[in-house]
């Protein structure tokens, strides 16, 4: 079975920077490879969205949520089996934990529906102060 941990969360003022790490265990390196991941978040009394996307399979991809795009950064090391989300000019609005998921291929269009995934980790805080 998959199991899924965040780290790198914290409190970081407005403009600050921050990178998010989830570690995957219970997968072999060539199924995590080609698994899709994403990282989605979810502020206090609002539902879940999706922040980003990835998939390496047959090539890579991304994708952003519009309210990060050109601010945040997805990446993996598939040799380590992880998955990262580079936060930079942080904003209030960015306050939220942060979860990753994993299922399998492909990245459809509605990556950022919470449905389209199956194995999630339990979540890192983020707090960005004005």
Known sequence: QVHLVESGGGSVQAGGSLRLTCEASGIST????????????????????????????????TAYADSV??????????AENRLYLQMNSLKPEDTATYYCAIDQPPLSPNWENVGAWNTWGKGTLVTCSS
């Open 30 to 61: 060539y199924t995590f490879s080609s698994s899709r991941m994403a990282w989605f978040r979810q502020a206090p009394g609002k539902e879940r969205e999706g922040v980003a996307a990835i998939i390496n399979t047959p090539l890579t991809r």
């Open 69 to 78: 795009q050109g601010r945040f950064s997805i990446s993996r090391d598939n």
